[in-house]
């Protein structure tokens, strides 16, 4: 594998950043998740630009433009033949001294990674998924604000820890307020009736670029979706609840805290929503070689 870092794209076994690094040292940096399907990059242009965003507001000048983030993402998969995977983009605050001034550092590393990602297994896209709400609240707006993807998770890594513990493999993050925000790595939908809902970036969450384009082909089915604050309540009543991620996709939950949602099963609408997705997903994006 090549590993894209700093302009150059090295063998994986050079491409190594320092121990004073403070990504490494503080999780001081931001990062992407993309997927690749049918040779092409989905949603570039929106990740790249979630990308300098979140640099933005953790006052990390990203040294490149985002055209040439995006040429480097695009050199790095068509190096790879990333064709249908996973392309991790990580920029760090660079090398620094022990000391937490960002200002020390003064070259960012930008690293991007072309590979696979490993999906939930099949057979939870069928049988649908069981999860938890965890107790871990998720980290308040006015600290490290979760619309920024900022390469510290350990708020989403103490709320997963709960949910393996409690023997599933995920779990809702409510917000300071018991409102529910978001799941440890993806978004939260439910749908009552013919309304989708899911809670607002005010509730605290990373803003999802599934999350958006879910929200566009719901529209364009007809169904009638509303950001709102929600509680467990909802989650609990839903006809339907599904998780949306860059790797997840579309996951169907069918119990929570052990309480059966809906039917038990997948439902019609989550399925329908899931198959546009596929549809869309495979047919939009940035094109690689040998793309037709
Ligand atoms: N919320 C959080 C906290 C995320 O990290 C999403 C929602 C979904 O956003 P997108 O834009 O991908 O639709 C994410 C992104 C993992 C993993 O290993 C998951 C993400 C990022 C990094 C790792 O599960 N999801």
């Given at each position: ?22 990504g490494l ?56 033949r990333t ?183 997948p439902g ?25």
């Amino acid at each position: 594998m090549k590993v894209y870092l700093n302009g150059k794209l090295v063998p994986q076994s050079k491409a190594c950043v320092s121990v004073f690094d403070h990504g490494l040292l503080y999780g001081d940096g931001v990062f992407e998740g993309i997927r690749t399907y049918n040779r092409r990059v989905f949603m570039l242009d929106e990740h790249v630009a979630r990308l300098y965003r979140s640099a933005r507001a953790i006052a990390l000048d990203i040294p490149i433009s985002q055209a040439a983030m995006s040429a480097a993402v695009v050199m790095t998969c068509n190096a790879n033949r990333t064709w249908d995977g996973y392309v991790r983009v990580v920029v760090t605050r660079g090398v620094g001294t022990l000391g937490l001034n960002p200002y020390v550092c003064k070259k960012p590393q930008i690293i991007i990674i072309a590979g696979r990602i490993q999906l939930y297994p099949h057979e939870l896209y069928e049988k649908g998924m069981s999860i938890i709400t965890a107790g871990t609240v998720r980290n308040h707006p006015e600290a490290v604000n979760p619309c920024i993807k900022s390469l510290n998770y350990l708020n989403n890594i103490l709320a997963k820890i709960e949910a393996i513990n409690a023997g599933v493999m995920e779990a809702i993050m409510l917000n300071h307020n018991g409102h529910v925000a978001e799941a440890t790595g993806d978004n939260v939908f439910a749908i009552q009736g013919d309304r989708l809902m899911t809670p607002p970036p005010s509730a605290g969450l990373l803003e999802g670029i599934t999350r958006d384009v879910v929200i566009t082909l719901a529209g364009q089915r007809g169904m009638t979706v509303m950001e709102r604050d929600m509680t467990r309540y909802d989650l609990y009543t839903a006809d339907e609840v599904f998780l949306t991620g860059t790797a997840a996709e579309i996951v169907p939950v069918v119990r929570i805290d052990r309480r059966v949602i809906g039917t038990g099963k997948p439902g019609r609408k989550t399925l329908e929503l899931s198959t546009a997705f596929k549809e869309f997903a495979r047919q939009q994006g940035t094109p690689l070689r040998g793309c037709t």
